[in-house]
């Protein structure tokens, strides 16, 4: 057998134990025997349980941000392109429970170096999400200023604010991920529309220059 594909077969092997076991309980012996491989032949290949569980995250991170990516439809209006993109990436977590257990769960959990490359995949699809709440604007005719402020009072978003957006946007993508993959009938395409319907009313009168304030009668 190619070493490729018998390294794929460890990695899948090594993600299911890590997502279903945890990474402290795994242990390479049961790694080895799911993998139906020896286990100094796993550490041929792969040297450590520690590189081991780096290579599952960073094979794990790179399918979800390139199902993300996949998903975003170019030349669609924004709010599609957004739609697509987040069903495609509670489609990939629930198809993939335990390579999203190794990410959201085990790998942040852990400490360095492992929670580093949860965050670089985290950031680029905050890059991307960046960008569609930017294109959503300027379908709107909605301005994005420069520099980390706005005036408040107009059509106008700041870049800071842009930013938060996205931010906030991919956190609430990563809970609702995790409770859906436990919820019993609660579907990709049900968790998209629900993040869909909180997040874009919001959008659309943050980009008409509908803010909200405090009342009078709040502190």
């Not at 999400?129 to 604007?137: E, K, N």
């Not at 968790?191 to 959008?203: D, E, K, S, V």
Request: aromatic share 6%; charged share 15%.
């Amino acid at each position: 057998m190619p070493r490729a594909v018998r390294e794929q077969q460890m990695l899948d092997a090594a993600v299911a134990t890590f997502g279903q076991r945890g990474y402290r309980a795994a242990s390479m012996d049961e790694i080895a025997e799911l993998a139906g491989v020896s286990k100094p032949l796993v550490y041929l290949y792969l040297n450590s349980k520690e590189e081991l569980f780096t290579a599952c995250i960073r094979r794990e991170a790179a399918a979800l941000v390139s199902a993300v990516q996949g998903g975003v439809t170019p030349g669609v209006p924004a709010d599609r392109q957004l739609w697509n993109g987040l069903l495609a990436f509670f489609a990939h977590a629930a198809e993939n429970p335990d390579g999203w257990a190794v990410l959201s769960n085990q790998a942040r959990t852990h400490g360095e170096p492992f929670a580093a490359e949860v965050a670089a995949m985290r950031e680029e699809i905050v890059t991307l999400v960046t960008l569609l709440i930017a294109a959503a604007a300027a379908e709107a005719g909605c301005t994005v200023s420069p520099g980390g402020s706005s005036s408040g009072t107009s059509e106008e978003l700041a870049d800071r604010e842009v930013a938060g957006l996205a931010h906030a946007l991919v956190g609430a993508a990563e809970s609702l991920a995790g409770w859906a993959n436990v919820t019993p009938g609660a579907s990709a395409k049900d968790t998209a529309a629900t993040l869909m319907n909180f997040a874009w009313a919001g959008l659309e009168n943050l980009m008409s220059g509908k803010r909200w304030t405090p009342s009078s009668s709040s502190p």
